[in-house]
């Protein structure tokens, strides 16, 4: 079945610093979402990506799909507390209605 | 729109127990999910139905574990008999349509079987 792996599992970053999530496919994906769930909550969603080679931008956060669809990357620039939390991105295949999650990155900030 | 409301939002249950969640999608969205969050597992996907028929239950880890969806509003998930390892925190989810249009989470239930 698909797996979809996420890389690093925690992340430790002093406040200002950049910080960058990594998702991996085994298999091709259709779209590819990205979901941030704070401590104690629940996943709200960030964006969602389709395009090979999309990038996409919020404020201070950068979603990137790759040429080959199977590979998506979030990039937060200076960080700030308020992005604590643990990042998720969720792909489905072609024709599937089913979205895998990676297991997330936690991202803690230090003030 | 008051989200994804669910019910309770704490259990606390002893083994052999029974346990059920419940679930109230977003007017109008045709989809919905449970899904299961653990630290060991991460958030795995248990059933999901569209137009309130079960598509997929190859999630469901057991016998033990039943979810129904009886009108386009309602959603159950039954835990019978319950055991220490489903302690989890439980999210129900929905959507306009299944992987194309994003999720909308409840605030989940956390459930701690004793």
């Known amino acids: 079945g698909q797996q979809v792996m996420q890389i690093p599992q925690y992340q430790h970053v002093q406040e200002g610093e950049d910080f960058t999530t990594y998702c991996n496919s085994s298999?091709?994906?259709?779209?590819i979402q990205w979901y941030k769930q704070r401590p104690g909550g629940h996943p709200v969603f960030l964006i969602q990506l389709v395009k090979s080679g999309e990038v996409k931008k919020q404020k201070r956060l950068t979603f990137q799909f790759g040429e080959a669809k199977k590979n998506s990357s979030l990039h937060i620039t200076a960080t700030q507390t308020t992005d604590v939390g643990t990042y998720f991105c969720a792909g489905s295949g072609a024709g599937s209605y089913q979205l895998t999650f990676g297991k997330g990155t936690k991202l803690s900030v230090i003030p | 729109d008051a989200g994804v409301i669910q019910s309770p939002r704490h259990e606390v249950t002893e083994m052999g127990q029974e346990v059920t969640l419940r679930c109230k999608p977003i007017s109008g969205h045709n989809s919905l999910f449970w899904y299961r969050q653990t630290m060991m597992r991460g958030l795995e996907l248990l059933i999901y139905f569209n137009n309130n028929v079960p598509i997929d239950d190859s999630g469901m880890p057991e016998d033990r574990f039943s979810a129904k969806m009886p009108n386009a509003s309602f959603s159950t998930l039954k835990i019978q008999p319950s055991e220490p390892r489903d302690s989890a925190v439980y999210f129900c989810a929905s959507s306009l349509f299944p992987a194309t249009y994003e999720q909308y989470f409840g605030p989940g239930t956390r459930l701690t079987v004793t």
């Open positions: 298999t091709t994906l259709s779209n």
